[in-house]
């Protein structure tokens, strides 16, 4: 079964820190680009980061270059999500996703950040 699962959310203070998580299974990892998308209350679903198969080329949204970081780990079929300096309008539900050959977009379930003092 082709799915992808994250963990690592919470509750942070401003100006804190959380690594998020992102475990494939089900297909062949190493082949795919992976994304980390993010939905705050009353919002649509954007794009936060994505990086590339094979050479791990990365790319941000502008509200987050700085102070997030993307990686894989292609052997444990991970992708990680760094975030450092969390402002409140961080706050949202985070989805690992990745398109397949034929277009369609798997999602995991997503896993909720909150950043609040």
């Known amino acids: 079964q082709v799915q992808v699962v994250e963990s690592g959310g919470g509750v942070v203070q401003p100006g804190g820190s959380l690594r998020l998580s992102c475990a494939a299974s089900g297909f062949t990892f190493s082949n795919y680009a992976m994304n980390w998308y993010r939905q705050a209350p009353g919002k649509e679903r954007e794009l936060v980061a994505l990086i590339t198969r094979a050479s791990g080329s990365t790319n941000y949204t502008d509200s987050v270059k700085g102070r997030f970081t993307i990686s894989r780990d292609d052997a444990k079929k991970m992708v990680y999500l760094e975030m450092n300096s969390l402002k409140a309008e961080d706050t949202a539900v985070y989805y690992c996703?990745?398109?397949?050959?034929?277009?369609?977009?798997?999602w995991g379930q997503g896993t909720q950040v909150t950043v609040s003092s």
């Open positions: 996703s990745f398109a397949r050959a034929s277009g369609n977009r798997i």
